[in-house]
T-cell receptor, first 114, second 116 residues
Framework: AQSVTQLGSHVSVSEGALVLLRCNYS??????LFWYVQYPNQGLQLLLK??????LVKGINGFEAEFKKSETSFHLTKPSAHMSDAAEYFC????????????FGAGTRLFVKA | DGGITQSPKYLFRKEGQNVTLSCEQN?????MYWYRQDPGQGLRLIYY???????QKGDIAEGYSVSREKKESFPLTVTSAQKNPTAFYLC???????????????FGEGSRLTVL
């Protein structure tokens, strides 16, 4: 069965500082991994996805994530935080089995201090 | 523009009433999903459908029902049997290309249901 664990329900950084949001997954078959962002009272938007091509994936708004199979991790990073990055971020896993379900982590809320 | 439309955005319900949340997509996606979002719990899958006239229960289907009579539409009914229905409900769709689950989900703006 698939599962996703996001370490830290809240992360606070200063504007201009490195953003690091952690995600570990569990999957019995090769996974597809995603990061989504959600702004208040809105749906989720895709930031980036890993689908077994390059292990370092670049997404929108300067975010990137690295797939590390040995660590079963898919951490999200951004070199320099901007105030507009304040939102909730969700890591998710899918695969080619089980009706193409996508399983989400509990989410990490990012706060950016001026 | 293609996308997913959910309605209503806000809904208030008295205890004991059934309510139906609408979800329509014009992305020509085969698969559609309903998720429930509660603070600190992420998104939990209620129901999903890969083709018309077929759907499967997700992790928290009790107290909910769905139909998939058209490819574009996947309404969710929150029944009076759902003990704690106050939540934010999100509808999503995805393409299933070549039998692969690599496609990302596209989400609607959500419907917030409050039980009075």
């Amino acid at each position: 069965a698939q599962s996703v664990t996001q370490l830290g329900s809240h992360v606070s950084v200063s504007e201009g500082a490195l953003v690091l949001l952690r995600c570990n997954y569990s999957s019995s078959v090769p996974p597809y991994l995603f990061w989504y962002v959600q702004y208040p009272n809105q749906g989720l938007q895709l930031l980036l996805k890993y689908t077994s091509a390059a292990t370092l994936v670049k997404g929108i708004n300067g975010f990137e994530a690295e797939f590390k199979k040995s660590e079963t991790s898919f951490h999200l990073t951004k070199p320099s935080a901007h105030m507009s990055d304040a939102a909730e971020y969700f890591c998710a896993v899918s695969d080619d089995t089980g009706g193409f379900k996508t399983i989400f982590g509990a989410g990490t809320r990012l706060f950016v201090k001026a | 523009d293609g996308g997913i439309t959910q309605s209503p955005k806000y809904l208030f319900r008295k205890e004991g009433q059934n309510v139906t949340l609408s979800c329509e997509q014009n992305l020509n996606h085969d698969a559609m999903y309903w998720y429930r979002q509660d603070p600190g719990q992420g998104l939990r899958l209620i129901y999903y459908s890969q083709i018309v006239n077929d759907f499967q229960k997700g992790d928290i289907a009790e107290g909910y029902s769905v139909s998939r009579e058209k490819k574009e539409s996947f309404p969710l009914t929150v029944t009076s049997a759902q003990k704690n229905p106050t939540a934010f409900y999100l509808c999503a769709s995805r393409a299933i290309a070549g039998g692969s689950g690599t496609g990302e989900l596209f989400f609607g703006e959500g419907s917030r249901l409050t039980v009075l």
